[in-house]
């Protein structure tokens, strides 16, 4: 049996985070605030100097080997107010009900 894979996008080497975060995870970010699923998955070979601190911090490259904690990039919201009126339209358009689902899994609400 052959394995086989399926990549929605491969970026190479010199892709910068802030190519990845506006072509990969900004329209993510405007479909979850729109009541959206969504999973974003990255992965790179560890010792490729791609490692940030999850803080932020200086933006330096710092190899695995000088400190394994660190394994992210910061990315800065550039436009916050783009953020707070995606929330505000989105809060206007949410709606909360009660549902049957929970009298089904629970026994002593669906004896009441």
Do not use: W
């Not at 802030?18 to 699923?37: C, D, F, T, W």
């Not at 974003?40 to 490729?48: D, E, K």
């Not at 490692?51 to 904690?69: F, I, R």
């Amino acid at each position: 049996m052959k394995a086989s894979s399926v990549f929605d996008k491969v970026h190479g080497p010199s892709t910068t985070q802030e190519r990845v975060y506006s072509e990969m995870v900004s329209p993510q970010v405007e479909r979850i605030l729109g009541g959206y699923n969504c999973t974003l998955f990255a992965y790179r070979q560890t010792g490729t100097r791609k490692t940030y601190t999850m803080e932020g911090g200086s933006g330096e490259h710092n190899s695995d080997k000088e400190d394994p904690t660190m394994l992210a990039q910061e990315v800065r919201v550039k436009d916050r107010a783009k953020v707070y009126r995606l929330l505000r339209r989105n809060a206007q358009e949410r709606t909360t009900a009660a549902t049957l689902m929970n009298m089904r899994s629970s026994p002593l609400q669906s004896s009441m």
